[in-house]
């Protein structure tokens, strides 16, 4: 692998077993940080918000996202419309640590995404499947997540994705060599990436959760299905109590496998977000078929 | 020095070890991986005749009858939220005092005397200074040869280093070995039974420096009024 693409993976790797936490200022910044979140994404309005006002949603404000970086010591990263390497640009030469290209934000490019090979500061992209997410990584992506559905609240569509992506890759390593030809074929993506997948029986970069994580039961869901660490959006700071609910969902993620501890994070939490049935959305008002 | 020879040199028969590595958040998994490429293996599964084993450190009763303990990379803020309950961060301060330890990156960090940019809590052992980010952002980040300080390894081939965000140490005290460095920088340190590295040898091919670590734990292991807490 070549260098750069190390280093990209290589922070990927850092934030392992930790929770990425939405934030739109630096007090939501800094909230997050005190419950130790292992990095925060920063954006103008969090899912659940984009999904109730409507209009198109953009790159956050560079401001907002300068304060965010003051505020806090852990990575932040921000997101950039797939396609839009022009706003991918600026937030490169900003110096965020992270690039998330987000099916969140409306789309500029109903066919590219951003050559991300050519950019110095890693990416990370959504994927519904393996032969989505392999397409992201011939792309440059450094780091995978599960779309899920943002701003819903509802686990239902990122357990659906983690459980395709990871049932898609083991289906590949008991293949035989002239059928991971047809089937790269099938999942329109590169046969190379596909051999080293049957191979390995993992994605050649971390895969993460994300998309309608909203307590801490659905942290340690996610990671025992597979997720090596969780993004969490509107979860929570649209709940009662976005402090104690963030330390929570830390934790949970942290001893995911232990119910002991998990049952202690569900103590006291306050009222979660009320969120949004995902099966009663109309396929338009779908974020997660947005990228190609 | 190659294991089995370090062994036969101080004369002890080659018990098997048991190694934690800190495993709150991070890349413990890459360090796991480190020890399994030089033989060790999960504990629950490593049979009496394997080099040793390592297991994941959640809980502070996890480092009962741990050998030494590996702290990984990874954010050091989010692993004090774990550390500062329960007296976890006292138990670990015991331990560091009494067992070997080896610290990369986030892990440098938690060992350090003192933390800056900003300042936080740590476990004081390392007797350093180590600034967060010292070197920048992500896009600041890199990778390069090194070289070692050390004359015994003088002619070897010089350690690959993976600098992620990385850290610097500053105003190290006289107790502190460099054993590498970075343009003039050290960036592997030796206290005693410590063993720091602001760098992740973790992420490369490179088993040196956990070899180096794992010769640290037979030795400790080899002093009088140092047996294992396991036999």
């Known amino acids: 692998m070549e260098n750069e693409f190390r280093l990209k993976t290589g922070l990927a790797e850092m934030l392992k077993g930790g929770v990425i936490m939405d934030v739109t200022d630096a007090d939501q910044a800094r909230i997050a940080e005190e419950a130790g979140a292992a990095a925060v994404m920063a954006l103008e309005r969090v899912p659940a918000d984009i999904r109730r006002e409507g209009g198109v949603a953009r790159m956050a404000s560079i401001r907002k996202i300068r304060q965010i970086m003051e505020a806090v010591s852990i990575p932040v990263m921000a997101k950039c419309r797939i396609g839009h390497f022009a706003e991918a640009r600026i937030l490169e030469a900003l110096g965020v640590d992270y690039i998330d290209e987000s099916e969140v934000l409306t789309p500029a490019d109903e066919v590219h995404h951003v050559d991300k090979h050519d950019f110095k500061v890693p990416f990370v992209c959504g994927a519904r499947n393996l032969g989505e997410a392999l397409r992201r990584i011939t792309e440059g992506a450094a780091m995978i997540r599960t779309k899920g559905e943002a701003g819903t609240g509802d686990i239902v569509h990122a357990v659906r994705h983690m459980r395709a992506i990871v049932s898609e890759m083991k289906q590949l390593t008991v293949m035989a060599p002239e059928e991971l030809f047809a089937r790269a074929k099938e999942l329109q993506a590169p046969y190379e990436l596909v051999r080293m997948v049957a191979r390995e029986g993992k994605l050649p970069v971390p895969n993460f959760s994300a998309g309608g994580i909203a307590t801490p039961a659905d942290a340690a869901l996610v990671m025992q299905l597979g997720a090596e660490a969780v993004f969490v959006g509107s979860g929570i700071f649209k709940s009662e109590d976005p402090g104690v609910r963030a330390r929570a969902i830390v934790r949970a993620t942290t001893h995911f496998r232990d119910a002991q501890v998990l049952l202690e994070c569900c103590e006291d939490l306050g009222e979660p977000m009320r969120g949004i049935d995902a099966a009663g959305l109309k396929p338009e008002e779908q974020l997660q078929t947005r990228g190609w | ?231």
């Open chain 2, 1 to 231: 020095m190659p294991l089995a020879d370090q062994a036969e040199a101080s004369n002890q028969p080659q018990s098997a070890i048991l190694l934690g590595i800190l495993a709150l958040q991070g890349d413990y998994e890459a360090h796991a991986r480190t020890l399994e490429r030089l033989g060790l293996r999960p504990e629950s599964a490593a049979p009496a005749a394997a080099p040793g084993g390592w297991r994941f450190v959640r809980h502070a009763e996890d480092l009962d009858g741990l050998d030494g303990l590996i702290l990984p990379g990874g954010e050091s803020t989010t692993m004090l939220k774990f550390l500062e309950q329960a007296g976890f961060l006292e138990r670990l301060r015991q331990f560091a005092a009494a067992r070997p330890c080896f610290g990369t990156c986030a892990g440098a960090i938690l060992m350090a005397r003192q933390v800056s940019h900003p300042q936080q809590p740590s476990l004081g052992v390392l007797e350093l200074t180590v600034e967060r980010n010292a070197y920048g952002r992500q896009i600041d980040s890199f990778i390069d040869r090194g070289e070692w300080a050390g004359a015994q390894e003088k002619d070897a081939p010089p350690p690959e280093m993976v600098f992620i965000r990385a850290p610097r140490f500053r105003d190290a005290g006289p107790t502190v070995e460099v054993l590498a460095r970075w343009h003039g920088e050290p960036v592997l340190v030796r206290q005693g039974k410590l063993l720091a590295a602001t760098f992740h040898p973790e992420l490369t091919e490179d088993t040196r420096v956990h070899e180096m670590f794992l010769r640290m734990i037979r030795s400790a292991r080899a002093q009088p009024g140092e047996s294992s807490p396991r036999a």
